[in-house]
């Protein structure tokens, strides 16, 4: 100790500072390590416990679930299991939250009957009161939770929530608010799009697309409604699922959006229009081709929509002026059509290439592949 | 009658287990990654398979391709899948599926098709 | 004479100084990135955009010269990733292998006529192979005459059909889920041009067919140095500069871009070895130049393994190709030098890039040198000289350490307890043993580019993959 205290004092000011800052970083390292192996510990810990709980849980689960979808479980019966849920949640801290997972986890598989059990089964063992608390807490990503919670379980979200909304900055928060209300809200769920100023993104799309799909379809709503909506994601985000969900309805509102501004939007107005298969209006789509002729986007399309009409009739010119666009896919795309269309038109293809110094050969060879399809 | 329920969801597992044992249909073994469940393929003769497609190691469809293309077996197979696109409903049954239910799915109903399938009432 | 070694000191001193506080404000930046992101993700289901139909088309472009031995596993591997609307495009780089006689009777391969648009200009293509297997409908084959790494890539720029392309390592092993958390950045924000993620050491794991089983240490010492340096890079480096979208470098092992800007800004650079990194600065100069906004994403999820070099000869032939690459992008792109028009890439990537990794390895050796010449001259002054180091080298361990808090806190891959222990050991000897040898291969790769230009197109006619069939070799007698 004498000894390394007389080294210090002959030790100038600089050399002082490195060696103090050495310390420093050599204490700072040594606590991360020990914080590296109590952090190891408690996860391993954390997960053994959680295995174990959700073993036990499973078993009252089961009979719950699968009695009900079937025959009537006696209620003693039922209060029995749940009686035997909530002591063997209680026993540990973590025990509610590993309940709701797990809730959460079966409601993603389950349909019907057995998942209405589990809305339930949550309301029962008294679960909203720990999702609702994380509502107030000042993590936006235990907030979060706490929606997801709550709204995926059938629940209801405090009206305080919807003003956060349009407070919020934080993208994550605003989606997930979105996606509860969409969740919840069962007669209208879409009310929030009338005034909604946020963006939705492709990923919001992947998202609402995915809960529509599970809805019966008498039951949607009606998309093209947001078609003038000012926010141009938002029209586009209903035409593609006026698209999906085969909404006929939507044909003349579709047809309205040709005159639109923004080309994006006309693309996805032609595709749709083809997807739902409104072959009446083929002349509004072919003119489109005049007035976008440049746009790669718009003449893929139109070539597409003929090319599901299946037939050529009055539109062979309009097909025809493409193989000379002076974009390759665009071309490659109305040669692959003319190739799909039958031996009349394959002709005219033959034809216009002999015209055109055998210039789509290649692109005849790619589209006559059948591999390549 | 052996069944084969393979599914990386432990929690869906079981309850399918315990929905198949309670209708008597047969004995049924778990497995929760494709490793697994091609060890049990050859380890037992099954009467009827029922497979997620994601799963650790081999997927579903892999699953199905080995029964039918490398065990050159007729053993009936289910697929119970999130992936409800039409174009991977038409790649299982291509591969040799013999039904397809989309996640979320009813127990009953899934009850319903095994018995079918195993031609039991 | 005095006066000429207190400048010396105290230029080194700030050097020092200002490299450590800026990796200390990177780590911190890394972490808060790393918790965001985690938080931002924690309840994601990939699963949704694996079963939507508006999930975007993504065309997988491998480059493969000479990969005969591994090339039906990888390929294969890549055909069984998760994701619905994608294309597998495996560029046969002219290989003097049976590569593709091997790929041709195992996927039952037939030539197609297939037109596309040569809008790069590449090596010619000698032929595109399609498979009669249904099953296989994803795979192209295309064949070209030599021309390099970049080459192969670019004429896979010109013949994918997805908007997307992410171009890959044939032999690293891809995670089933890589594309899907790949392709979020740009589903949750149109700006995103490119993403990027970690790459992880695959040496001593478990891998079978193709896929990765079991993660494990590298029980090989080399391999292990890199493990720790690969976290620290990918996780404190990258991490936070996306945070500050100032991301230079995505890694030519796994990147997904969109094409049309990948294609318009002229697809990969021929001309160096640091294509990767050439790519992504390119393509960000023209994203100021015409002042739309972009964003170049970075994923923190463990998605892609390579082999790590277990030999000191071939590691060194990497680390040279590294510094060679690193310098002729820097040169090439200059213009960027604190050029505030190119905004945070131009006034901190770039300047970061130069000072931090381009020139530390030089005034490393400087300062080396500067020393051993005071040792000759009797001026050092020992008491000083270890006070220093000690600072130095506690800062280096402290910097792992929280490298390795960062795993701890994200992915935690090396889950057996005695892990950790070995990898507090590796960060000790590293400064020592490893990080000289780093140092002294970096400066003799900015050698052999300042000294030979001829020697550089012989580099590019013996194709990327050389370096890695040496090694492939090395590891099975190794083994």
Known sequence: MNASLTIWTELDAVEQFFVTLAAIFFVCAVALIFFLIGSRLIKTYRSKTETRLQTIFQQSLNSLIIHTSTDRLPSSSYQFHLNELRKAMNAYPCGRQVMINLLIKLKKSLSGTSSKMLDTIYLHLDLPTVSKKKLKATSWKIQVQGIRELSEMNYYLPKRMNALIARTKNETLREEIFMAHVRLNKKNPLALLDRYDGAITPWMRINLHRFFSQYDGRTLPDFSRWFEHPREDVVMFCMSMARQF??????????????????MIVASAIRSLSDLEAFHVVDQVVAQAQIHWSNERISLRIIRFIARLGHLDAHTYAIEKYLEHKNFKVRLAA???LTSMGENAQKQLTLRNKLMGN?????????SEPLLT | MKILVCDDDEALVSMIRFKLSRENVGDIFIATDGKEAKRLLQEHEFDLIITD?????????EIVSFVRQEMKKEIPIIILS???????????????????????????????????LLNLK | MSV?????????????????LWYFFLAILSMIEMRGYLNRNFFVDYNYILSSPFAPGITLIAPAYNEGLTIIDNVKS????????????IVNDGSTDDSLAKLIVAFNLVEVSYAYEQKLPTKPVRGVYKSKNRAFSRLIVVDKANGGKADALNVGLNLASESLVACIDVDCIIEPDALLKMVKPFLQDTKVIASGGVVRIANSCVVEDGRLVEVKLPENWLARFQTLEYIRAFLLGRMAWSRLNGLLLISGAFGLFKKEIALSVGGYNTATVGEDMELVVRMRRRMHENQIPYKVAYIPDPLCWTEAPASAKVLGRQRNRWARGTLETLMLHRKLFFNPRYGLMGMVSYPFWVFYEWLSPIIEFCGLIFFAFLVVMGHVHWVFFISLILAVYGFAFFISMFALLAEETSFYKYIHKKDILKMVLVALVEPFVFHPRVVWWSLKGNWDLLRGKKAWGEMTRQGFAQYKRIYKKEVTTVV
């Open chain 2, 82 to 116: 999130a992936e409800g696109l039409e174009l991977t409903v038409l790649r299982a049954f291509d591969m040799g599926a013999n039904d397809f239910i989309s996640k979320p799915f009813s127990p009953a109903e899934l009850t319903i098709r095994v018995k079918r």
């Open chain 1, 359 to 367: 210039r789509l050969t290649l692109m005849i060879g790619h589209a």
């Open chain 2, 53 to 61: 497609i994601h799963m650790p190691y081999h997927s579903g469809l």
């Open chain 3, 4 to 20: 000429f070694y207190f400048i010396v000191h105290v230029l080194i001193f700030i050097y020092g100084v200002s490299i450590a």
């Open chain 3, 78 to 89: 890549l055909l069984s990733i998760r994701y619905n609307n994608y294309e597998v495009m």
């Open chain 1, 335 to 337: 040669v692959k059509t």
């Open chain 1, 246 to 263: 085969k909404q006929f309805n939507a044909v003349p509102a579709l047809v309205k959006l040709l005159s639109h501004k923004n080309p």
